[in-house]
T-cell receptor
Framework: DGGITQSPKYLFRKEGQNVTLSCEQN?????MYWYRQDPGQGLRLIYY???????QKGDIAEGYSVSREKKESFPLTVTSAQKNPTAFYLC?????????????FGSGTQLSVL | DQQVKQNSPSLSVQEGRISILNCDYT??????FLWYKKYPAEGPTFLIS?????DKNEDGRFTVFLNKSAKHLSLHIVPSQPGDSAVYFC????????????FGTGTRLQVTL
């Protein structure tokens, strides 16, 4: 049963702490993405990766870091430099990063600050 | 600068009637548009798309209309069902960009009995 798995579903961060959100896909997709959703706002792109060992900043990359060591995995680290990390984080993938590709989303991680 | 706008944050429609969700965009370079549906605490799922070479695309109960001169698109759901109650996001992209979609803020649709 192919899909995108995000974990954990809920995560709490203390001040000054880095936390890592996991995203795994078994769809054999080349491209993967991280989005952030805040209440009353659309999804905003944090980082994306078109291929293993390569990634690009999205519109709101400051305070975040990613890695893409394996095709299946695209973890997102929310660093202490991200001053407003409370949000719903969505990971997505697409077959490739070409035009008109549709995204497949995971079920998300809700991150809150203690 | 919100390039994709969904000006109605919420919409309530009776079961069996038509639901019309609207979306406006400002960037004339956008040429591919999608609608995603999202239930609470879940990721969005793709619903329907339309290329700028068309003005209508239909898939079962769902039809998307594109008016390029007005930079406006709409999603029609006929007939509306209680299971359609969700948040609907409009998204747009430019051909050649690496799937960097620009999303609207979403419209919450409530289908009542």
């Amino acid at each position: 049963d192919g899909g995108i798995t995000q974990s954990p579903k809920y995560l709490f961060r203390k001040e000054g702490q880095n936390v890592t959100l996991s995203c795994e896909q078994n769809l054999n997709h080349d491209a993967m993405y991280w989005y952030r959703q805040d209440p009353g706002q659309g999804l905003r792109l944090i980082y994306y990766s078109q291929i293993v060992n390569d990634f690009q900043k999205g519109d709101i990359a400051e305070g975040y870091s990613v890695s893409r060591e394996k095709k299946e995995s695209f973890p997102l680290t929310v660093t202490s430099a991200q001053k407003n990390p409370t949000a719903f984080y969505l990971c997505a993938s697409s077959i490739n990063s070409g035009p008109n590709e549709k995204l497949f989303f995971g079920s998300g991680t809700q991150l809150s600050v203690l | 600068d919100q390039q994709v706008k969904q000006n109605s944050p919420s919409l309530s429609v009776q079961e069996g009637r038509i639901s019309i969700l609207n979306c406006d965009y400002t960037n004339s370079m956008f040429d591919y548009f999608l609608w995603y549906k999202k239930y609470p605490a879940e990721g969005p799922t793709f619903l329907i798309s339309i290329s700028s070479i068309k003005d209508k695309n239909e898939d079962g109960r769902f039809t998307v209309f594109l008016n390029k001169s007005a930079k406006h698109l709409s999603l029609h759901i006929v007939p509306s069902q209680p299971g359609d109650s969700a948040v609907y996001f409009c998204a747009a992209s430019r051909t050649g960009t690496a799937s960097k979609l620009t999303f609207g803020t979403g419209t919450r649709l409530q289908v009542t009995l």
